[in-house]
């Protein structure tokens, strides 16, 4: 932005790869670069093939995040769908821990939930949802802090069949206390029944 300061940049040495970018250590040196993206690992329809789990595994140990994303998922069974992380050692089961609020469209105030060191997992739906006239859209997102160590957010919103006009937003956040590993795998499962109708998909930020 100021020619007249002659500035000199070192260009890299060699080619970068196709989708790099150029980037500046501050002090002139330019070297290439990969930006952050998103890689999907695994989509579900529910309806087409029943399963009592959404789950992937393979996820790079360089991932940042990994989002859930649902559409109407409905389950067979009267039981909390529940979240897991694990590692090549397989799926991690103790230590999680969650808190959160569901509202009713038509109330002013929110119910909360919490489910402390649960070995079953966390319940990124909410603990007081089971039914299994339930329909579940939204996104349940696994942030990691440092190399190891995860925390979640979600927010979904319940609907019913489309002659019923009850509708609930409900929000979950927690943690998991003793997982210390690489995660490379994750799981919304259920521990009776399917997932019979909707769709699913997992992705990975790296």
């Keep these: 932005s100021n020619p007249a300061a002659n500035r000199t940049f070192k260009l890299p040495g060699a080619d970068g790869s196709a989708g790099q970018f150029l980037k500046t250590d501050g002090s002139g040196a330019l070297s290439f670069a990969t930006p952050l993206s998103w890689i999907e690992h695994a989509d579900f329809d529910f309806a087409s093939t029943a399963s009592n789990a959404i789950t992937t595994t393979g996820?790079?140990?360089?991932?940042?995040m990994v989002k859930?994303?649902?559409?109407?998922?409905k389950h067979s069974a009267t039981q909390v769908p529940y979240l897991r992380i694990g590692s090549s050692s397989g799926m991690h089961a103790t230590g999680y821990t969650d808190i959160g609020t569901w509202r009713e469209s038509s109330d002013s105030g929110a119910?909360?939930?919490r489910g402390i060191r649960q070995t079953?997992?966390?319940a990124p739906f909410h603990w007081?949802?089971?039914n299994n006239t339930n329909?579940?859209?939204g996104h349940v997102e696994l942030n990691r802090i440092g190399s190891t160590r995860w925390t979640y957010f979600s927010s979904i919103d319940v609907g019913y069949p489309a002659n019923n006009n009850t509708q609930y937003i409900n929000h979950m956040h927690g943690h998991n206390e003793t997982f210390n590993a690489t995660l490379d795998r994750v799981s919304l499962y259920m521990?009776?029944?399917n997932f019979t109708e909707g769709y699913a998909t997992i992705l990975s930020l790296s």
């Design 135 to 137: 329909r579940y859209s």
């Design 128 to 130: 007081d949802f089971n």
């Design 68 to 73: 859930i994303n649902v559409f109407r998922i």
């Design 111 to 113: 119910t909360s939930g």
């Design 59 to 64: 996820i790079p140990s360089t991932a940042r």
């Design 120 to 122: 079953v997992g966390w």
């Design 191 to 193: 521990a009776s029944g």
